[in-house]
């Protein structure tokens, strides 16, 4: 019985993981679309007002690579959670 509840016990600690990085990650896709609309609306200042030129282009730089940072940071954890689980990729 004390095999099965270990087995057990690792299986709740493997699932309660993997919940937590899927909520990790769904937040961090919520910031990106968050930061895609920024991106866009600034893109669209530019594209109909050019006059804006000079102040919305530092701002979509300023998104796009903090989004950058963070999609990178979610791959990252991503490839953990396989190395961790799957192994090494064969190439």
Aim: proline share 3%; charged share 30%.
């Amino acid at each position: 019985m004390s095999v099965r509840s270990s087995q057990e016990d690792a299986c709740e600690e493997v699932k309660n993981e993997f919940l937590g990085e899927l909520q990790r990650m769904q937040i961090c896709v919520h910031g990106l679309i968050n930061d895609l609309t920024a991106i866009s609306g600034y893109a669209q200042l530019v594209q109909f007002r050019p006059e804006y030129r000079a102040i919305e282009l530092p701002k979509i730089i300023h998104t796009v690579e903090k989004s950058m940072l963070m999609l990178r940071e979610c791959i990252a954890r991503l490839q953990e959670l396989e190395r961790k689980y799957v192994g090494p990729r064969q190439r």
